[in-house]
């Protein structure tokens, strides 16, 4: 354990993982439940208001700060994603003191050459992110799994910005009769309504406000969707793309919340969500809405 003192109040860090195994195991009494937040550190507001939430729920919380390789299919992408764990730890800190963080070194989660065990999420991993990004969703099963296995939540918590994600943590959950709650948390956003992301820092300020262009087209494909169908909005998104040159859409889908397939015919039973991944000067972006 590292004893972090942040105005002269411990905070619990852990870089092993039999030590927060062991510590946990010293704190948890029958009753105690246990709530977690996995993330990949450049903490943000989106990710406090995940810890915010497991501090309301739980009597212990654990926040994770891990890069994991073997979630990004491009190497470019993973040098790049911005590492800033002493900041990180200051805004945990910040929050309460309580949170105990979990940064593992990659040796700790990964023996030898990082790789991914191979997943079967029923068809969920090959649409929209898993098939821009081959791939993904086994390194993302991989690593939650791992960190499910060391922290023994109660309560999981994952942000709906990553919607695709967290439908994927729910199915592994499910198949593998895993003993844990996830649980879906709204998506924080900046004040031009850009989603949070850890990806934001590597814009620069003009870059992020004109960003707001993504939330922008998701709520006019909304208004669009309840009398055009989702064909006819894609169009009208891409449109928008193409007007301007800054922007390049990798997808726009509209969907079903619960299969994430298509929405080909529009049923008014069903719940539909829009998803969209852009690149701005190269960084990657995704956003969502639930439209009906
Ligand atoms: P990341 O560090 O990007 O892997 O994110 C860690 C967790 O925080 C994931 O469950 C994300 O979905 C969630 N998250 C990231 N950004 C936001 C946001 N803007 N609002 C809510 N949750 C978020």
């Known amino acids: 354990m590292f004893a972090y003192y942040f105005n002269k109040t411990l905070m619990h860090i852990f870089y092993g993982k039999a030590a927060l195994i062991d510590y946990l195991k010293s704190i948890k009494t029958n009753h105690s439940s246990v709530g977690f937040v996995p993330t990949m550190g450049a903490i943000h507001q989106g990710h406090l208001s995940l810890m915010q939430q497991s501090m309301q729920e739980n009597e212990i919380t654990v926040a994770s700060i891990f890069v994991n390789p073997t979630q990004f299919n491009n190497p470019e992408d993973l040098a790049k994603y911005p590492r800033t764990l002493e900041e990180d730890i200051k805004k945990i800190g910040d929050l309460s003191r309580k949170i105990i963080v979990f940064a593992p070194p990659i040796d700790a989660i990964y023996e030898g050459k990082p790789s991914a ?30 960190l499910f296995e060391i922290v023994e939540p109660t309560n999981a918590y994952f942000g709906e910005k990553d919607f695709q994600q967290l439908q994927i943590v729910k199915k592994m959950v499910e198949k593998n009769n ?108 995704i956003d969502t809405i639930s439209l009906n």
Request: proline letters at 4%; hydrophobic letters at 40%.
């Open 117 to 146: 065990q191979l997943f079967d999420f029923d068809g969920l991993e090959n649409l929209m992110e898993g098939k821009f990004r081959p791939g993904h969703f086994n390194g993302v099963g991989t690593i939650v799994k791992r």
């Open 178 to 285: 895993m003993n844990v709650n996830v649980k879906g948390c709204p998506i924080y956003r900046e004040t031009n309504n850009l989603a949070m992301s850890s990806r934001n820092e590597l814009l620069s300020p003009k870059e992020k406000k004109d960003a707001s262009l993504i939330y922008k087209t998701l709520v006019g494909a909304k208004a669009k969707f309840k009398k055009n169908s989702a064909e006819s909005v894609a169009k009208w998104v891409q449109k928008s793309f193409e007007k301007n040159p800054d922007f390049k859409l990798e997808y726009f889908q509209i969907a079903d919340e619960a299969t994430l397939l298509p929405c080909l015919r529009k049923n008014k039973n069903k719940k539909y969500r829009a998803f969209i991944a852009v690149f701005v000067n190269n960084i990657r972006l």
